[in-house]
């Protein structure tokens, strides 16, 4: 079987929503890169050095990052070697393939870590506006759906308005928030959301937090602060430090990235803002440079956009024209 017919049985196994919101959520993307990986091949009809030098030019175009670019490229010239393709309609497969490949490590990396024995720690990073506080009430809303009970520490005391709006998206999902006044000491916000989320037992606690990334020292003191007080009073967590990116700042969401990677940990990234860019191509120069899983997306503002991150179901929603039975025959 070809890798259109696995990947449609595979689509057929997970839920049409699923499916659907990542097809919905990058019909920007898909718009933009198949329809001119549509072109492309047309226009070339053969599989030669020009051909995959505008195809280098089409995924840099789409943000996927020039290293990415690179290292997609040369795997996909060894395999239209190895499997002798010389039509660029037929190597239109092997490009999913190949990207599906570079997005998927280990099925289970998009799993968020769960402490088994009690309450569990994430801590939320990121830049200011890269969707931060919409992510945690996402996040809140879809754990308490889960059956967990969910508290919000607001250690975001920098900002202006960052404690009321996540107040907003703690109502909004049905979670107290624990809060100080604005200016307080972040790590002293997030001892007190311990100390309440351990006393109510409290299965997943969300620690929101400042974004100053102009002033990379006192950022790196306080997240390294607020990390101490957390492995300090929970033994093992935080359970998973997310970043925050958002999508649509392209190449600047990966140079944060690196950023923030030396400031903490990070565990997972979440990817904010999907729906609103044609460069999803982000999505593989994150995951492959930075080495660090893709855990979470954002595909849209209100409180069930937030999903998962599905290799297959990312690869349909960039390919899912050529999924159609018109298209390829099951093989
Ligand atoms: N279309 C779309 N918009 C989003 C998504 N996630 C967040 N947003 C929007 O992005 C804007 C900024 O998000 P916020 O969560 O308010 O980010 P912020 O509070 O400015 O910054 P943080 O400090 O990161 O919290 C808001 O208008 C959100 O509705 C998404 O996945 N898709």
Known sequence: MNFFGRMKEKISGS?????????????KTRRSFSDQLNNLVKRYRKVDED??????DLLIESDVGVTTVMDLVEKLKDESRTRN?????ELKEVIAEVLSEFLTRDETETQLNMNPEGLSVFLMVGVNGAGKTTTIGKLAGRLKNQGKSVLLAAADTFRAGAIDQLQVWGDRAGVDVIRHQEGSDPASVIFDAIKAAKSRKTDVLLCDTAGRLQNKVNLMKELEKIKRVIEREVPGAPQEVLLVLDATTGQNALNQAKLFRQASDVTGIVLTKLDGTAKGGIVLGVRHELNIPVKLIGLGEKMNDLQTFDADAFIYGLFSELFSDDNHAEA
């Open 15 to 27: 839920t049409e929503s699923v499916t659907e919101k990542f097809r919905n959520g990058l019909s």
């Open 51 to 56: 051909f995959f030098e505008e195809l280098e």
């Open 85 to 89: 393709i010389k039509d660029t309609e």
